[in-house]
């Protein structure tokens, strides 16, 4: 069962990928014009009791979403839900992934590049992201392969189930500080926890739905169709203090 999840997931994110680079290879040659994605928004939202400096990083071949929407370069989150931005996802397809980085200034007029505590090397969390795939088809994970920094969900808004026509787009990742639980060869001593294999087995067991290992599924499986908005949440509440494992942020 896991096998054939796996399989299915691998071959959407594979269609994903294959999609966007032809999209992509197409309109550099001049044959096709880049159309608007299909979700329009990125929003990171950052509920932690300390400041985040998400990193937004596009893969190789897809553009930037380098600031937020007054134009400025993206830069800190403040914490307790008071950092909130929504940035656009350029027109056609796009592929890449969000990490949160922490301790990286003291003075909020800081200019980037920063240098930060977490985040700028392992371990960190990741979120993957991919938009306007065939269909309006989207993909989305939080990866533990490279440790753990900060709790992180990843959750879709405005997609074709809200309006009746199907898909599945659930909240994905982790709301548990996987941190304070790491065995001890894997603590990391600027925050958070390794990828070593008891680490794995810790954050797979806590976070069912994340990815510890390049073959790995979440516990709840995701079939999402153009959803208008992807979430990022940093330390998002556990679902028990909401409304379930079904809530969206």
Same mark, same amino acid.
């Given at each position: 069962?896991?096998?054939?999840?796996?399989?299915?997931?691998?071959?959407?994110m594979?269609?994903?990928?294959?999609?966007?680079?032809?999209?992509?290879?197409?309109?550099?040659?001049?044959?096709?014009?880049?159309?608007?994605?299909?979700?329009?928004?990125?929003?990171?939202?950052?509920?932690?009791p !300390?400041?985040?400096? /998400?990193?937004?990083?596009?893969?190789? %071949? =897809? /553009?930037? =979403?380098?600031?937020?929407?007054? *134009?400025?370069? !993206? #830069?800190?989150?403040? *914490?307790?839900?008071?950092g909130?931005?929504?940035?656009?996802?350029?027109?056609?397809?796009?592929s &890449?992934?969000?990490?949160?980085?922490?301790?990286?200034?003291?003075d909020?007029?800081?200019?980037? /590049?920063?240098?930060?505590? @977490?985040?700028?090397?392992?371990?960190?969390?990741?979120?993957?992201?991919?938009? %306007? *795939?065939?269909?309006?088809?989207?993909?989305?994970?939080?990866?533990?392969v490279?440790?753990?920094?900060?709790?992180?969900?990843?959750?879709?808004?405005? !997609?074709?189930?809200?309006? #009746?026509? &199907?898909?599945?787009?659930?909240?994905? *990742?982790?709301? =548990?500080?996987?941190?304070?639980d790491?065995?001890? &060869?894997?603590?990391?001593?600027?925050?958070?926890?390794?990828? &070593?294999?008891?680490?794995?087995?810790?954050?797979?067991? $806590?976070?069912?739905? @994340? $990815?510890?290992?390049?073959?790995?599924?979440?516990?709840?499986?995701?079939?999402? =169709?153009? /959803?208008?908005?992807?979430? +990022? +949440?940093?330390?998002?509440?556990?679902?028990?203090?909401?409304?379930?494992?079904?809530?969206?942020?």
């Amino acid at each position: 069962m896991a096998s054939s999840k796996s399989n299915a997931l691998e071959t959407l994110m594979m269609t994903l990928a294959l999609a966007m680079l032809a999209t992509v290879a197409a309109a550099a040659t001049g044959q096709l014009s880049l159309g608007p994605s299909t979700t329009t928004n990125l929003t990171l939202h950052n509920l932690c009791p !300390f400041p985040v400096w /998400p990193l937004v990083t596009a893969n190789a %071949g =897809v /553009p930037s =979403v380098p600031t937020d929407d007054d *134009g400025d370069t !993206f #830069g800190r989150l403040d *914490g307790h839900g008071n950092g909130l931005a929504t940035l656009a996802f350029p027109s056609g397809p796009w592929s &890449g992934r969000v990490v949160a980085r922490t301790g990286c200034a003291d003075d909020y007029n800081d200019e980037a /590049p920063y240098l930060c505590a @977490t985040g700028d090397a392992p371990p960190v969390t990741v979120a993957q992201v991919s938009v %306007g *795939g065939p269909g309006g088809a989207a993909a989305y994970s939080v990866s533990l392969v490279d440790g753990f920094n900060v709790a992180m969900a990843v959750t879709p808004h405005g !997609f074709a189930a809200d309006e #009746g026509r &199907g898909g599945r787009c659930p909240t994905l *990742g982790c709301a =548990v500080d996987l941190a304070a639980d790491c065995p001890a &060869g894997a603590r990391s001593p600027r925050g958070g926890c390794g990828a &070593g294999a008891s680490a794995a087995a810790l954050f797979k067991a $806590r976070c069912p739905d @994340t $990815r510890t290992n390049a073959t790995d599924v979440e516990a709840t499986p995701q079939d999402c =169709v153009a /959803p208008s908005e992807i979430k +990022v +949440v940093f330390c998002p509440a556990p679902p028990d203090t909401v409304a379930g494992p079904g809530h969206h942020y």
